[in-house]
């Protein structure tokens, strides 16, 4: 607080205002980042949410779609006949055989092709004994249909009839097939697929992999979840039952994830089969990833919409491996997933039923709930995540879009930016608009100090220009009103100090002045060699009485003072006046070494003074005048009403010369012999007195 105290009120006035509106620049600040915060955020959430029920939507619309198919398709009568047809004939297959050498190309179709394929794609390593057929049927049905096919595995829909198979299985085929082929490629399925309701065996299969003729209740694909959908479809024969089985990855189609809508088959009242229709995840994903764009959708570049299964992993492509896929591999090896699984992810390349999701949204979204949340995701990465379920039959998957914290936050982070920088360039305005201000504030106080101090120091003329009209314009006011006030006194009295000074200058010797301002009141000095003048007007009387005593005194005034300025110019100091006597004295305050000659010029410029007088007023008066030079003592005779008086033989010589008979200039003859031959004179003359001395008389 001292040192607050020690501050200029400049700078107390721009720290307080430095300080409120800095103040309210953070607060305002703060509160709008707040609030935009929040807004972004809300967008943010809202633009999630929003893509994340528009997929939702979408998935829905198409699993219904998906639902009304098949059970249009298996309610068919093109299908409950193939079905019929295709289970007899498959039953008549019991006792088919191959030659040798046709079960030696089956053999080495599984070890050379299939089985080192599947390899390629799924965990661990297959055996061929676990898919290797070894019914009758099943091993004459793939031998002509997948092995003895020409075509390439994936393309085996291709073969109409098989060249080798002469039994009513092989016409049924060559009848059916191009039929139900036509109804996969309208609706986009992968595969189609016939299982006899009672013995469960797949007798019919469009794409005819591996699967085909094989027993879905104890075969080698019996464990996947299209068997235990099969099974359990066998065991309510709802004719409006419909099931759709999870995405897993299938091994008939070399592990790749498939997915199957189910419905069973009647043949009036009695369930002869089940319809499988095989649907690949790609149309899922383009619904998922808008066709790859995500961007375009709005999602930005880090933003996804993904599904996640019953299971906790992935049912759709990741955008991160779908753009980068060996960072992608680095990216999960350096998170917290198992490094099998990884392996498993870059073995298919893809993620579908293999990388889990543990994050919180997909946990509630797989609980039937829905929402937003900031979570981790997959990655390990900070997400904002829009999570919901999409349920249909007994399926529910969970649908999560997301998008990088580190995203969803740049606007803010952009917006607190500029908050930043504007904050701070309303800072400095706010400071410059405080210099600004604090100096227009304080410069009338501070012209009115340095007014003051300049008063205090003696400068009366001082004038502080403020041209406001506020309380410093009054103060302005009064303070110029009291310095000319000031002012106006200090002219008196140095008025007053200079006529004083006259006045004691006209009583009172240069020297004696001197003396009384050193303290010493009575200014008594002895000095060793002055001239000395004593006049004496004679006539006064007898003017008086002619003339009057008021115009006579009058007129005397104006003749001493004409003396009076004779004197001055003469370098000759009056000492006083009394009557018509005058006396003065030469080299008493300045040392004069010619004083004795100036003093009797002054005397001779006193008579033609008299004489002047006399000639202009008739006066008829005559002037005597002692000169004498020696030793006096000078001295102030008083106190309250004093004068300046001369002592000394020399005074009283030059008195008594002055007093001798008529008007003349007398001076001593010592006085005569300094002055030698610049004067004429007369004498010696003979003073009657006891002493014998001698006198001169000058007389030009």
Same mark, same amino acid.
């Given at each position: 607080m001292s040192l607050f105290n020690r501050l200029s009120i400049q700078s107390k006035m721009i720290l307080l205002l430095l300080a409120v509106s800095l103040a309210s620049i953070?607060?305002?600040?703060?509160?709008?980042?707040?609030?935009?915060?929040?807004?972004?955020?809300?967008?943010?959430?809202?633009?999630?949410?929003?893509?994340?029920?528009?997929?939702?939507?979408?998935?829905?619309?198409?699993?219904?779609?998906?639902?009304?198919?098949?059970?249009?398709?298996?309610?068919?009568?093109?299908?409950?006949?193939?079905?019929?047809?295709?289970?007899?004939?498959?039953?008549?297959?019991?006792?088919?055989?191959?030659?040798?050498?046709?079960?030696?190309?089956?053999?080495?179709?599984?070890?050379?092709?299939?089985?080192?394929?599947? =390899?390629?794609?799924?965990?661990?390593?297959?055996?061929?004994?676990?898919?290797?057929?070894?019914?009758?049927?099943?091993?004459?049905?793939?031998?002509?249909?997948?092995?003895?096919?020409?075509?390439?595995?994936?393309?085996?829909?291709?073969?109409?009839?098989?060249?080798?198979?002469?039994?009513?299985?092989?016409?049924?085929?060559?009848?059916?097939?191009?039929?139900?082929a036509r109804a996969v490629k309208i609706f986009g399925f992968q595969d189609m697929m016939l299982i006899d309701a009672d013995t469960l065996d797949i007798v019919y299969s469009y794409e005819k992999t591996t699967e085909l003729g094989t027993n879905l209740e104890n075969g080698p694909y019996a464990n996947t979840l299209l068997g235990s959908k099969i099974r359990s479809m066998r065991q309510q024969k709802d004719r409006d039952d419909f099931k759709i089985v999870d995405f897993e990855p299938y091994r008939p189609n070399l592990g790749l994830p498939m997915g199957f809508a189910?419905?069973?088959?009647?043949?009036?009242?009695?369930?002869?089969?089940?319809?499988?229709?095989?649907?690949?995840? =790609?149309?899922?994903?383009?619904?998922?990833?808008?066709?790859?764009?995500?961007?375009e959708e709005g999602m930005g570049e880090t933003g996804e919409t993904y599904l996640v299964g019953p299971d906790g992993t992935m049912r759709s492509r990741s955008r991160f491996m779908y753009a980068d896929p060996e960072g992608f591999v680095q990216t999960l090896r350096r998170s917290s997933v198992p490094s099998s699984v990884v392996d498993q992810v870059q073995r298919q390349a893809n993620v579908l039923c293999v990388l889990p999701v543990d994050s919180a949204a997909a946990q509630a979204a797989l609980n039937g709930q829905s929402g937003i949340m900031e979570t981790t995701d997959y990655r390990g990465e900070k997400v904002l995540s829009a999570y919901g379920p999409i349920e249909l039959d007994s399926l529910r998957w969970g649908v999560l879009a997301e998008m990088d914290m580190a995203e969803v936050e740049a606007p803010v982070r952009a917006f607190a930016r500029r908050v930043v920088i504007s904050a701070a360039a309303l800072a400095l305005a706010v400071t410059l608009v405080a210099l600004l201000v604090a100096n227009m504030l304080t410069r009338p106080l501070r012209q009115l100090a340095e007014g003051a101090r300049r008063l205090g120091a003696g400068e009366t003329d001082v004038r502080v220009d403020v041209k406001s009209q506020d309380e410093f314009g009054e103060l302005a006011t009064v303070f110029n009103d009291m310095s000319a006030n000031i002012e106006s006194q200090k002219e008196k009295l140095e008025r007053q100090i200079q006529e004083n000074q006259e006045l004691l200058h006209s009583i009172l010797?240069?020297?004696?002045?001197?003396?009384?301002?050193?303290?010493?009141?009575?200014?008594?000095?002895?000095?060793?060699?002055?001239?000395?003048?004593?006049?004496?007007?004679?006539?006064?009387?007898?003017?008086?009485?002619?003339?009057?005593?008021?115009?006579?005194?009058?007129?005397?005034?104006?003749?001493?003072?004409?003396?009076?300025?004779?004197a001055e110019k003469s370098g000759i100091e009056k000492v006083k006046t009394i009557g018509g006597s005058y006396l003065a004295v030469c080299g008493l305050s300045v040392h004069r070494p010619d004083h004795a000659r100036r003093v009797v010029q002054f005397a001779q410029e006193m008579a033609r003074i008299v004489s002047i007088f006399n000639r202009d007023e008739n006066a008829g008066l005559s002037l005597a005048v002692g000169i004498n030079s020696g030793p006096v003592v000078g001295g102030v005779v008083g106190r309250r009403k004093f004068l300046y008086d001369l002592w000394g033989d020399t005074v009283t010589i030059a008195r008594r010369l002055a007093g001798g008979e008529g008007a003349a200039i007398r001076v001593t003859s010592s006085l005569h012999d300094r002055l030698g031959d610049q004067f004429t004179f007369r004498g010696p003359i003979k003073v009657d007195d006891k002493t014998g001395a001698e006198l001169w008389e000058v007389t030009g």
């Open positions: 953070a607060v305002m600040s703060w509160i709008g980042y707040r609030t935009a915060r929040e807004a972004l955020m809300q967008s943010a959430r809202d633009r999630l949410q929003g893509v994340r029920v528009a997929k939702t939507t979408t998935l829905k619309a198409m699993l219904e779609s998906l639902r009304d198919q098949v059970v249009s398709i298996s309610d068919s009568r093109a299908v409950i006949e193939g079905m019929r047809t295709f289970r007899a004939a498959h039953r008549e297959l019991g006792a088919a055989t191959l030659s040798p050498e046709e079960s030696a190309k089956l053999d080495a179709f599984y070890r050379d092709y299939f089985v080192p394929e599947l =390899d390629k794609s799924v965990e661990g390593t297959p055996v061929i004994e676990q898919y290797l057929p070894t019914r009758p049927a099943e091993r004459y049905l793939q031998y002509h249909y997948t092995a003895a096919n020409p075509h390439p595995y994936g393309e085996k829909q291709n073969l109409n009839e098989a060249p080798g198979d002469a039994t009513a299985y092989g016409k049924t085929h060559a009848d059916l097939h191009k039929f139900f189910l419905s069973p088959i009647f043949d009036g009242a009695q369930m002869i089969g089940v319809l499988a229709l095989q649907f690949p995840i =790609d149309n899922f994903n383009k619904v998922l990833t808008g066709d790859f764009q995500w961007k010797p240069a020297s004696a002045v001197a003396q009384r301002r050193e303290g010493d009141e009575k200014a008594n000095r002895e000095f060793a060699d002055v001239t000395v003048l004593f006049a004496e007007v004679i006539g006064m009387e007898e003017f008086g009485a002619r003339a009057g005593e008021t115009k006579a005194l009058a007129l005397l005034g104006d003749l001493i003072a004409a003396i009076d300025e004779a």
